[in-house]
């Protein structure tokens, strides 16, 4: 009994003296050391900092940067650590650290609060012009563009996404966002639709982080789109993320550079897409958001399905995409869950959501009353302002006829 309490004292001050060791190591005590990663950091940090004022970074590089001190920290530590030989791996131990420790969202918080304090503490540097979209509306901003006949890039940008707009002769020509929202896309029926591998949109959202090519182009470079589809698929991609600037229009920067020519791959791939009609669709697509929201307030609370929900939905006629986002519905997921799960954007959740609403599926943080504006369709809304205009023009006439005939009182 002794000697076991001697082993495992050992072991706890074996223990003890390996975790010291780490700590050692990731204080960096060396004087010389400090000064070389403190030159290295301010390096990368100056780098970095040019990149974002000129608009050539991207939303992922500061969390690379931090993820890089850190990791190269914990794993320079855990090489004196493994010198025991206990384990075979530093960089295996390092990436567990790293993800038991220090976690993914934690850099991603990090890493947004450093952009912002480099965007709201650095003025605008050789841009054609800049500002923020809670002073100039981003609708007039693209008016004015397209007005002007302008070729350039109107580069848009919020805290977890940004939209390079390339604008061609009042036209535009091709939409670049650094994350695409959709992952799913629908199908020629309810029960088809096209995916877009995971592993294949990282690969393409990596490439835009390290070289610059644009996410779509990668898309279509490696078969997840076909070539006769691209500008049709980029439209759609595309103006998804333009909406969600939209309607975040008061989180959200612009910045215009002027070019003389566009580049390759927007040559290559050039829309020409009226600023006008793509407006006003997404004008469109905003009064339906607003409408959508009376009845979910927050994307961030969970959703509360119905006690019989599946007996309310028996007789629908369901979709792949329904289904499979109904099962997602257990009073704990919210509709921004909701999105990441199943790969649709925000919009189309709402509009799901409100469809199992109407058939009393779901609990409607809102209110029943919140459903009214909704349940009215796009028919009935044309129906009821064409009613207004004919009974409007019907008290204009009557009122004509008194005129001529009792005079003007």
């Not at 940004?162 to 199908?187: E, K, S, T």
């Not at 009845?295 to 929900?309: G, T």
């Not at 007996?311 to 006629?317: F, K, M, P, W, Y």
Request: aromatic share 6%; hydrophobic share 40%; proline share 4%.
């Amino acid at each position: 009994m002794t000697e076991t309490r001697l082993n495992a004292r050992a072991g706890d001050a074996a223990l003890a003296d390996r975790v010291a060791r780490v700590l050692r190591e990731m204080s960096v005590p060396d004087p010389e050391r400090a000064r070389e990663e403190f030159e290295h950091l301010l390096g990368r940090s100056r780098d970095l900092v040019e990149r974002k004022l000129a608009m050539h970074g991207t939303k992922s590089e500061t969390r690379d940067l931090i993820s890089e001190i850190v990791f190269s920290r914990l794993r320079r530590a855990f090489r004196g650590f493994l010198a025991t030989g206990e384990v075979e791996s530093e960089v295996k131990s390092a990436e567990w650290v790293m993800g038991a420790v220090v976690g993914s969202m934690a850099m991603v918080e990090c890493a947004a609060a450093v952009d912002a304090a480099i965007l709201e503490g650095t003025g605008p540097q050789d841009y054609s012009f800049a500002g923020r979209c809670d002073f100039i509306a981003l609708e007039e901003v693209l008016q004015m563009l397209g007005a002007g006949k302008h070729c350039g890039c109107l580069s848009l940008e919020k805290d977890d996404n940004r939209l390079d707009i390339y604008i061609n002769r009042g036209q535009i020509a091709f939409l670049d966002p650094h994350h695409i929202v959709r992952r799913v896309l629908p199908g020629a029926t309810p029960m088809q639709y096209r995916e877009i591998p995971a592993d294949a949109l990282e690969l393409a959202e990596r490439r835009h982080s390290r070289e610059g090519i644009p996410s779509f182009v990668t898309l279509v470079e490696n078969g997840v789109f076909r070539r006769d589809e691209a500008r049709a698929v980029m439209e759609q991609l595309g103006t998804e993320v333009l909406f969600d600037f939209l309607r975040e229009q008061e989180q959200s920067r612009f910045l215009y550079r002027r070019f003389d020519r566009l580049p390759d791959f927007a040559r290559d791939y050039e829309q020409r897409m009226g600023i006008t009609p793509i407006l006003l669709e997404l004008s469109k697509r905003l009064d339906e958001w607003r409408s959508m929201t009376r009845a979910f307030p927050d994307p961030s609370a969970p959703i509360e399905p119905m006690p019989d929900m599946l007996a309310r939905i028996s007789e629908l006629s369901l979709g792949v995409l329904e289904i499979k986002t109904l099962t997602m519905i257990n009073g704990e997921n919210s509709p921004h869950a909701l999105t990441e799960m199943s790969g649709l954007p925000l919009f189309d959740i709402y509009k799901l959501l409100v469809t199992f609403a109407q058939e009393g599926a779901i609990v409607v943080p809102g209110g029943e009353d919140s459903l009214f504006e909704i349940n009215m369709s796009a028919e009935e809304s044309v129906e009821s302002a064409l009613e207004a205009l004919d009974e409007n023009d019907d008290h204009v006439a009557m009122n004509s006829a008194l005129d001529r005939v009792l005079g003007d009182l």
